[in-house]
């Protein structure tokens, strides 16, 4: 796009390196938006919609991939089933710090959503907003089922290759990191419940009616759950990919939620 500058950086975490990407039209004095991904993503899986939103908003955007995944260094162990947590408490400052961010908006897909709820409680005098998308909130039987069918149809090696070109070797790593813990029946108690009370800055819940992964009744948990102002979106014949299936609803709702954002 015209004027937006794209520049690589790669950050020092806890166990290796992780790589992020930023999208900006210019230099600006607002709160930058920080995406995080889902379960399988990565900073190339966003594919155009960091741009189109620095676009949209006016605001500088960073994605990174997750210590594990796309470029970032690979890991050998698999997720704790505190791994949620764990990207607030203990990965998260560490990459803002080295993308020297003293201020914040979230913007999570899926897990990256309930890991931006997450940050926003631990982090509540620098994160700005949260904006939630298809996130989360606690084990419902329809994820399960959603994650079960995937891991079915991962086993076609030509579905799986497709994983590998966003992952490369950690293809393997990632889709069992994802399956073991969300699958784990240790992990089956799980809920956003106690991170939804720390957050009190403006929350946006994005869900599209059709998602796959979870019903409305994550969004509802989510701006019930926490203490600022928060307002749910319902969008219509969409499933758990609302940024790539609504592009143009999503980036309106966004610029509209951002307006009145200090």
């Known amino acids: 796009m ?10 020092e975490v806890p166990g290796g390196q992780v790589f992020a990407r930023r999208w900006a039209l210019a230099e600006s004095h607002k709160a930058p938006i920080v995406l995080l991904h889902d379960s399988l993503g990565s900073v ?6 960091p741009a189109a939103l620095a676009q949209a908003t006016g605001r500088e955007v960073w994605a990174y991939d997750r210590l594990g995944f796309g470029r970032s260094s690979p890991r050998t162990k698999p997720p704790s089933l505190g791994f949620i947590l764990e990207e607030a408490w203990l990965y998260f400052p560490a990459i803002a710090k080295g993308l020297e961010l003293r201020e914040y908006i979230l913007f999570g897909h899926s897990v990256g959503g309930a890991m931006a709820l997450c940050i926003a409680a631990y982090q509540p005098g620098r994160c700005r907003a949260v904006i939630t998308e298809a996130a989360q909130a606690f084990v419902e039987e329809r994820t399960l089922q959603g994650i079960r069918a995937a891991q079915q149809g991962f086993q076609d090696p ?5 994983l590998e070109r966003w992952h490369g070797e950690k293809a393997r790593w990632v889709l069992e990191a994802w399956t073991g813990v969300w699958l784990a029946p240790g992990f089956r108690g799980w809920t956003l419940e106690p991170c939804l009370k720390g957050v009190r800055c403006p929350v946006l819940a994005l869900h599209g009616d059709r998602d796959e992964y979870g019903s409305l009744a994550f969004p509802k948990r989510i701006v ?4 600022g102002p928060a307002r749910m979106e319902l969008l219509p014949d969409c499933g758990h990919v609302p940024h790539r299936e609504k592009e143009a609803l999503v980036l309106g709702l966004v610029e509209d939620f951002l307006r009145n954002i200090r």
């Open 2 to 11: 015209r004027g937006l500058a794209v520049s690589d950086r790669w950050v």
């Open 224 to 227: 019930e759950g926490v203490q």
């Open 44 to 49: 190339e899986l966003w594919r155009g919609f």
């Open 158 to 162: 030509t579905q799986f290759a497709r």
